[in-house]
């Protein structure tokens, strides 16, 4: 089954019949035989192609194939792009990205019947006996057996030259499926006498590269690498230097439009690559078309799906929105309850809090105030000290000159002039700090007596 689905999908895209039970007709008529049935078809579909090359002199270029001998064949009588489907071997496929999972959309280019305008001649070589055995390539080794032979080919020939891509041939083929061209291939034989001269005067010519790095995407390959072998041996290359066109079609499977073999001319090539451009511009513009539609389209559902679903979740918003604020609103009323209370008690906290300070200071102020006891009268033992504060204000008393540091911080403290308990007594001229290791000095071992100016100082 999968055998017959793909004949008839590829019979679909070559002859541009869209009809499948017309398509299975034709094909159970001959046989299920591809080949003959596509050739029977475009036959007897065959209308004007042998007016398009001139009767003095057939073109045998567009179809250089040369026997081992050397012997020219003759050219189809029916001079239109011939060409033939090329299966590859699944170890070049498998070089690519899976390009095998996109078959369907590499045939859009051979589907809608305009595939069948351009073919005036179909060759189709009989098939080989069974695929290549080699071993499959990795994605890793196509592309850098194709960065190899870039690298190689741009060293020994200079610009002007074709910008030969490096990635494998399915990718390279993939690329050229998204830039609605075709692909041309150039398959290089390092041994080959004619190669360097067919590079140089032909392939690098100023007029060859410039044509075909701006109608094609190009991919080369030297036959020592392993994929540039297993592609020569699918073209079926029998002459060198060796050019193909072609193009991706379904599955497996690519359409070889054109093949040129041997020495050919600059004029010769560009000649050839310009009528396989013609014929097959029906194709490329076919599908840079339907792909624009398809994309148009896209867009179009996108958007259409796009305003269905807005239009559907609107009141579904709006319902969701109504219920959001609700809740919003509730949770605001019980956040804002909750920090009134919780302000409320934090306030009366705190003014409990500065009530048993305040009541603390009180009774340290007063405890200190009762153990300094009554200011003495002057006297010889008597000291004299004035107490300056950082607010400008000034206090005044005398003591006992065997009174300690410490008395004076108490009396400091039992004013209740400052607010803060961290600070240092000081005396100028000199300058001397009175810190907690005087505090056990006496006025007069500290030099305080009989009279002391004093500053607080805050810490």
């Not at 999908?9 to 499948?20: H, K, R, W, Y």
């Not at 002007?160 to 998204?178: C, T, Y």
């Not at 390092?190 to 010519?205: G, I, N, Q, Y």
Request: charged fraction near 25%; charge should be negative; include cysteine.
């Amino acid at each position: 089954m999968v055998d017959v689905a793909d004949k008839l999908a590829c019979f679909q895209a070559v002859t541009g019949l869209e009809d499948p039970d017309l398509c299975t007709e034709i094909l159970q008529a001959h046989g299920w035989d591809l080949e003959l049935a596509i050739s029977s078809y475009t036959s007897s579909n065959q209308t004007s192609a042998s007016t398009i090359i001139s009767d003095s002199e057939p073109h045998d270029s567009l179809n250089r194939t040369q026997s081992a001998s050397g012997s020219e064949l003759a050219a189809p009588p029916n001079p239109s792009i011939a060409w033939k489907l090329v299966t590859l071997p699944i170890s070049v496929i498998s070089g690519g990205l899976g390009l095998v999972s996109g078959a369907v959309g590499l045939g859009l280019w051979a589907a809608g019947g305009v595939l069948s305008y351009s073919l005036g001649m179909v060759g189709l070589g009989s098939g080989r006996g069974g695929e290549s055995s080699a071993r499959l390539v990795s994605v890793s080794a196509a592309a850098s057996e194709a960065i190899d032979f870039v690298a190689a080919f741009e060293r020994d020939y200079p610009v002007p030259r074709p910008n030969f891509v490096g990635e494998g041939f399915m990718d390279a083929l993939q690329r050229s499926r998204n830039a609605f061209k075709l692909l041309f291939v150039y398959l290089h034989s390092p041994d080959h006498p004619d190669s360097p001269v067919f590079c140089e005067r032909t392939l690098c010519s100023e007029a060859v590269a410039a044509f075909v790095n701006e109608n094609f995407v190009a991919w080369g390959a030297s036959i020592r690498a392993s994929e540039g072998f297993k592609m020569s041996n699918s073209l079926k290359a029998s002459r060198f230097p060796f050019c193909a066109v072609v193009m991706p079609t379904t599955n497996q499977r690519i359409a070889l439009l054109q093949q040129v073999e041997g020495p050919t001319s600059p004029e010769e090539l560009i000649a050839i690559l310009q009528r396989v451009i013609d014929e097959c511009a029906p194709v490329l513009v076919a599908a840079r078309l339907d792909a624009e539609e398809r994309r148009t389209n896209m867009l179009l559902r996108e958007e259409q799906d796009a305003a269905y679903r807005a239009a559907l979740e609107a009141d579904q918003a709006r319902e969701r929105q109504r219920r959001e604020e609700q809740e919003r609103l509730e949770r605001e009323a019980a956040e804002a309850e909750r920090k009134r209370k919780e302000e409320e008690e934090a306030r009366e906290r705190a003014a409990l809090e500065a009530a048993k300070k305040e009541a603390a200071r009180a009774r340290m102020r007063q405890q200190k105030a009762l153990s300094l006891g009554d200011e003495p009268e002057k006297g010889p033992s008597v000291t004299q000290v004035l107490v300056r504060f950082p607010t400008g204000e000034r206090k005044e008393r005398r003591f006992h000159s065997t009174a300690t540091i410490q008395a004076l911080y108490d009396y400091v403290d039992s004013l209740g002039c400052l607010e803060v308990e961290d600070y240092i007594l000081v005396s100028n001229f000199p300058r001397v700090a009175y810190g907690p290791e005087k505090l056990s000095l006496s006025l007069k071992e500290a030099g305080l007596h009989p009279q002391a100016s004093l500053f607080v100082e805050l810490n």
